[in-house]
DNA sequence: TGAGGCGTCTGTGGTGTTAA
DNA sequence: TTAACACCACAGACGCCTCA
């Protein structure tokens, strides 16, 4: 059975939804059939001619020596940004979930927190703490593939402002932003909605009962209080919001799937 | 609770390119 | 030369977040 990127032809030059849907229509799902007799025969020269699907051919040849290599960066830039989430696959095991909260939303508020998630731990980092440009780009050179929500507008413009160093690396690595698949995935209304609609429960409700779910206000009583327990409870908040970018992900792959 | 700033995605229509 | 399709630009919609 073929992956997912594997079932994908977008990233070859000249091929869109429609010639897509063709090929699907003729029988031609995968690379391996795009390059056999199979996809010799459905495709010229009704598709395109013996010329063009050479080229492609070679092309899908390059992109799974990518995948062999474990090279991301290489269909960030042939590979349509809503088609990222079909690198999750191969790189399930290099992709790290991103989370972060601030003090605004304009370009001159700081970042209070991130949190960074291989999907089964996290780890927090926090302004004034642990908060280290170093230690960031230690975590996101190691990463094949970033997923946030909302990431695409917000946190991402956000980290690469406030971590220069970092900001080629992000821009290598292809990027899943849960905003946009949820809603292709015919969920939305905000993180916290889709979560309760797909079933994903949070362990800690002490933030929302006793401060709507207002991270900012909570960052604030610790710093006025100094009390420990205001910023453990935030960092409990912050790593479930993080934690939860996995299962949610997983949902719409499942979803798109069946598409 | 609504407003405002920000940046992206989606849908649409026009234009350019490719293949027959 | 023509038809089909990709690509580009633009406008509107949207959710993030904090502020008042």
């Not at 391996?32 to 051919?57: N, T, Y």
């Not at 370009?107 to 230690?135: K, P, Q």
Request: with cysteine; glycine share 6%; net charge positive.
């Amino acid at each position: 059975m073929a992956r997912d990127i594997e079932r994908c032809f977008l990233l070859l030059p000249g091929v869109g939804s429609v010639k897509q849907q063709r090929l699907f229509s003729a029988g031609v799902s995968s690379w391996q059939e795009f390059r056999s007799e199979k996809g010799l025969e459905a495709l010229v020269p009704k598709v395109m001619s013996f010329d063009k699907w050479k080229r492609c051919c070679k092309l899908l040849d390059y992109a799974e020596e990518k995948l062999l290599l474990g090279d991301s960066s290489f269909f960030a830039g042939v590979l349509p940004r809503d088609e990222h989430w079909r690198l999750y696959e191969p790189f399930r095991e290099e992709t790290i979930f991103l989370d972060i909260e601030t003090t605004g939303a304009s370009r001159y508020d700081r970042i209070n927190m991130i949190g960074i998630s291989d999907g089964a731990d996290v780890r927090t980092m926090l302004r004034g703490f642990n908060m280290d440009e170093e230690l960031f780009l230690s975590q996101v050179k190691k990463a094949k593939l970033l997923v946030t929500f909302n990431g695409a507008s917000f946190d991402i413009p956000f980290l690469k402002r406030s971590f220069p160093k970092a900001k080629h690396f992000i821009e290598r690595i292809p990027h899943i932003d849960l905003r946009h698949l949820c809603a292709r995935a015919g969920l939305k209304g905000g993180l916290k909605n889709i979560e309760r609609e797909v079933g994903i429960t949070r362990k800690n409700r002490t933030v929302e009962r006793i401060f709507g779910g207002d991270p900012l206000l909570l960052w604030r009583t610790f710093i006025a209080s100094g009390d420990d327990y205001y910023l453990q409870l935030l960092i409990e908040y912050n790593e479930e919001d993080t934690l939860n970018l996995r299962p949610l992900l997983e949902h719409c792959i499942r979803v798109l799937r069946e598409k």
